[in-house]
């Protein structure tokens, strides 16, 4: 059961990013998506359309600041958006969080399966493993070349003499 913390009538979850490995020289800024998996399940302000979003810039942390003013259970999913770096293992696991809210208080579990029947965590935390190249190195194109052409012409060759063959085998027929 990750701890709520009580800010008025809202729950506080702590969420961390990690990142390990060849980190880039400049932080990859990553992005929180929590969405409202219930009807009517109060999100973040600056929500919009049933999703919330916040950044974290390398390792770093944020605090999800969930209203709980109306009563009932409220479900969200929070995932990490994947990264742009080829040299960047990103964790894409999916937090399920069921907050339930009574006239005698809020609590919060946060699950890792959708049907919220299996282990409970009490840490939010995304971990990033960069590997290779050097840190800091943008995503690079390699340039086309001519080596794999003769590969494309030799498959148009086949599926064109295969369909010769159909077509003559049909022609026999009638």
């Given at each position: 059961?990750?701890?709520?913390?009580?800010?008025?009538a809202a729950v506080e979850?702590?969420?961390?990013?990690?990142?390990?490995?060849?980190a880039p020289d400049v932080?990859?800024?990553?992005?929180?998506?929590?969405?409202?998996?219930?009807?009517?399940?109060?999100?973040?302000?600056?929500?919009?359309?049933?999703?919330?979003?916040?950044?974290?810039?390398?390792?770093?942390?944020?605090?999800?600041?969930?209203?709980?003013?109306?009563?009932?259970?409220?479900?969200?999913?929070?995932?990490?958006?994947?990264?742009?770096?080829?040299?960047?293992?990103?964790?894409?696991?999916?937090?399920?969080?069921?907050?339930?809210?009574?006239?005698?208080?809020?609590?919060?579990?946060?699950?890792?399966?959708?049907?919220?029947?299996?282990?409970?965590?009490?840490?939010?935390?995304?971990?990033?493993?960069?590997?290779?190249?050097?840190?800091?190195?943008?995503?690079?194109?390699?340039?086309?070349?001519?080596?794999?052409?003769?590969?494309?012409?030799?498959?148009?060759?086949?599926?064109?003499?295969?369909?010769?063959?159909?077509?003559?085998?049909?022609?026999?027929?009638?």
């Amino acid at each position: 059961v990750v701890p709520a913390m009580a800010a008025g009538a809202a729950v506080e979850l702590p969420v961390r990013v990690t990142v390990s490995g060849d980190a880039p020289d400049v932080p990859e800024v990553f992005t929180l998506t929590l969405r409202a998996a219930s009807d009517g399940a109060p999100l973040p302000e600056g929500s919009r359309n049933g999703v919330y979003t916040c950044a974290v810039s390398g390792g770093g942390s944020a605090v999800l600041t969930i209203p709980c003013t109306r009563e009932g259970r409220h479900v969200y999913t929070l995932r990490q958006e994947a990264g742009q770096r080829h040299s960047g293992q990103y964790d894409d696991r999916v937090y399920y969080i069921a907050i339930t809210v009574t006239p005698e208080g809020r609590t919060a579990a946060v699950y890792g399966d959708a049907d919220m029947q299996g282990g409970k965590y009490d840490v939010l935390e995304f971990r990033n493993r960069y590997h290779g190249g050097r840190p800091g190195d943008a995503p690079t194109v390699s340039p086309k070349t001519g080596d794999g052409g003769m590969a494309v012409y030799a498959a148009l060759a086949l599926v064109s003499a295969a369909g010769m063959a159909v077509t003559a085998g049909q022609k026999r027929d009638f």
